[in-house]
Structures are given as C-alpha cells and as structure tokens.
C-alpha cells in the first residue's frame, strides 16, 4: 500500500481557506488533521470535531513523549498537532491536511519534509479587509490588526509550494483540488505499477 501525502495549508483570516477546505474535504478519501488544545470548550464545540480538548497535564505529557509534529503557547493556552493520528492515516495509504499558521507550518517542514505545502491568500490587502469588515464580527482595530498580520504571513508565502490567490472560490478550490491530485499522482510506486501492468 503506498503512503499517503502530508499537505500543508496556511494563509491569513479572512483568505477563504476555511470555505475552500469545506469543499476540499468533501472527498471521503481525505483526512483533516483537528488540533489539540488546552483551553476550555466552548458552547456548541464538539470535542474530535472543532478540537481535541486535553488537560494541561496530559498536553505536557504529549510533549514530552515526542507526541507532537508542532505545538505553540498562546493566551495561557497550548495548541498543537498530534503526531500519532497523521501517521496512521499517511500509512495507511490516505491524503492527510493540515490548517496551520506559518510558524508552525515551518515546524511541519522540519519533521516533515516531504510534506507538500500551500499557501492561500486574498486577492489584494484591500480585498481582504473588505471580507474581515464584511464578517461584521470585530472591531475596527481588530480589523487593521488582522490585516497587518496578513501582509506579514503573505511575506512567507514564498517558502510553500504552491500559492493560491482565493479571487473567485469556484477558481480556488479547483486549483487545490488540482493540486491535490497531481500531487497524489506524482507519489504512486510506478515501479510496482509498471510490475502489475506486465503480469497481465
């Protein structure tokens, strides 16, 4: 059985990877890696859906035991990717996808660095806080804030594999899908294929 492929997806709030991976994961033959973390759930998260909610203890625990592909501090909370479910599903031959921020998609990278990363972003900076104001979910300064974090993660969207510019979603999520696909192609054993389409 061939192994599966890691892909990567990072990109700034408001780029529209959300409603593109909500698409993408459609596919049955896909698994979205779910971060763990330790702060408290929230009314109407589900615990293995939203996040793998773990006591602070058993996080530390992880970590010491190597538990983790990446894992970062925030707001007196830790955050994290848990090795042992992406490493059964990528030998077991499934296509695994990860959300994360560019720090710890550079983490990713050092574990992991056959993984394939891609980096989705907004048309303009203009274009994205238009979306971030459209949300009518923040304030002003939280808008400017959220797009000055923007323009510094799309500065490291050089170092991924590929870029995709979310103008239009239909356009985008074929792209992904496209990618996907020619990626997963790429990684078949053609040696054994070639074996197989002989014996016949």
Do not use: W
């Amino acid at each position: 059985m061939k192994k599966g492929r890691l892909f990567v997806v990072s990109g700034p709030s408001g780029c529209g990877k959300g409603t593109i991976l909500q698409e993408i994961l459609q596919d049955p033959d896909l698994y979205f890696s779910v971060s763990a973390t330790t702060r408290q759930m929230r009314p109407g998260e589900v615990d293995g859906v939203n996040y793998r909610f773990l006591s602070n203890e058993k996080f530390e625990e992880l970590i010491a035991e190597d538990g983790f592909l990446e894992y970062a501090g925030y707001c007196d909370h830790y955050y994290g990717t848990l090795r042992q479910p992406v490493e059964e599903h990528l030998q077991a031959g499934q296509n695994v996808i990860l959300e994360i921020e560019v720090v710890g998609a550079k983490k990713i990278r050092e574990k992991c660095p056959d993984a394939i990363f891609l980096f989705i972003m907004p048309p303009s900076l203009s274009e994205l806080e238009r979306r971030l104001r459209k949300r009518g979910t923040e304030t002003e300064e939280v808008v400017q804030q959220r797009v000055s974090q923007a323009a510094r993660e799309i500065q490291c969207a050089d170092s991924y594999d590929y870029v995709v510019v979310n103008a239009e979603l239909e356009q985008a999520v074929a792209e992904v899908h496209a990618i996907l696909h020619s990626e997963t192609c790429k990684n078949q054993n053609k040696k054994e294929i070639i074996r197989e389409v002989l014996k016949k």
